[in-house]
């Protein structure tokens, strides 16, 4: 009660960003301990302190408390990329930048969980603007990676990078829940006769980046 007392006093604009901060802070220990399914408004108000209603004086839904935390992911995740990427500029090195891909993913596990569910889950209950402003902060993200990409692998063309990018995350959304299944699942694929089914987030990741990659290239030789 005290925390919540505290949060109806918040009146000046640094006070409710501490307190949209303690918001995402909260859900985002919730996700990563629970998953999706235990951070729900109940949880995250008790997690930060707060009531339900409360969470609502800065935040629209749930998902838009696991969008804005994909937002924070998402550019972490970028300006990691985007670092290993300028380290191979000039190399042509698809190996290297597929390795880079799948390495910076696989570290950043919050942000796997939040991509598989933006589909189906983040975009589902947010007002159009909140989609819009998270489209276009990704975009923005987005640019210097293309650049680095493009640094790094000479003769892929703006549309090809990007279109490389795009569809790397929208592979994740598949990859991530396969290789992180149910725990019943995963005992499961432990017996010898599922062992074609077991797979590596990481590994799956940089070889499906490398082929693609070197699908780009090849359809931008021949034509």
């Given amino acids: 009660m005290g925390n919540s007392r505290t949060w109806q006093r918040a009146r000046r604009p640094e006070q409710k960003e501490e307190r949209r901060q303690a918001i995402l802070a909260a859900a985002g220990r919730l996700l990563d301990a629970d998953g999706l399914e235990g951070t729900g408004l109940n949880a995250?108000?008790?997690?930060?302190?707060?009531s339900k209603a409360n969470l609502y004086r800065y935040f629209e839904s749930r998902e838009a408390i696991l969008l804005e935390l994909l937002d924070e992911e998402q550019e972490?995740?970028?300006?990691?990329?985007?670092?290993?990427?300028?380290?191979?500029?000039?190399?042509?090195?698809?190996?290297?930048?597929?390795r880079a891909l799948g390495a910076t993913l696989a570290?950043?596990?919050?942000?796997?969980?939040?991509?598989?569910?933006?589909?189906?889950?983040?975009?589902?209950?947010?007002?159009?603007?909140?989609?819009?402003?998270?489209?276009?902060r990704a975009l923005e993200l987005l640019a210097p990676v293309l650049e680095s990409l493009r640094s790094a692998l000479p003769g892929l063309g703006h549309d090809e990078a990007q279109a490389f990018v795009v569809q790397m995350v929208m592979a994740v959304c598949g990859f991530w829940p396969h290789c992180n299944p149910a725990p019943v699942v995963?005992?499961?694929?432990?017996?010898?006769?599922?062992?074609?089914l077991r797979m590596d987030f990481e590994a799956i990741t940089a070889q499906h980046a490398e082929t693609l990659l070197r699908g780009l290239m090849c359809g931008k030789n021949e034509a």
């Fill in 44 to 50: 995250i108000g008790r997690a930060a302190g707060s």
């Fill in 76 to 98: 972490a995740w970028l300006q990691a990329l985007d670092r290993r990427l300028r380290r191979l500029a000039g190399r042509g090195d698809i190996e290297a930048i597929a």
């Fill in 107 to 136: 570290g950043r596990p919050r942000l796997c969980v939040l991509l598989a569910a933006l589909p189906s889950v983040l975009e589902r209950n947010v007002s159009a603007e909140r989609v819009v402003a998270h489209k276009r």
């Fill in 186 to 196: 995963e005992r499961v694929v432990e017996r010898s006769e599922f062992a074609t």
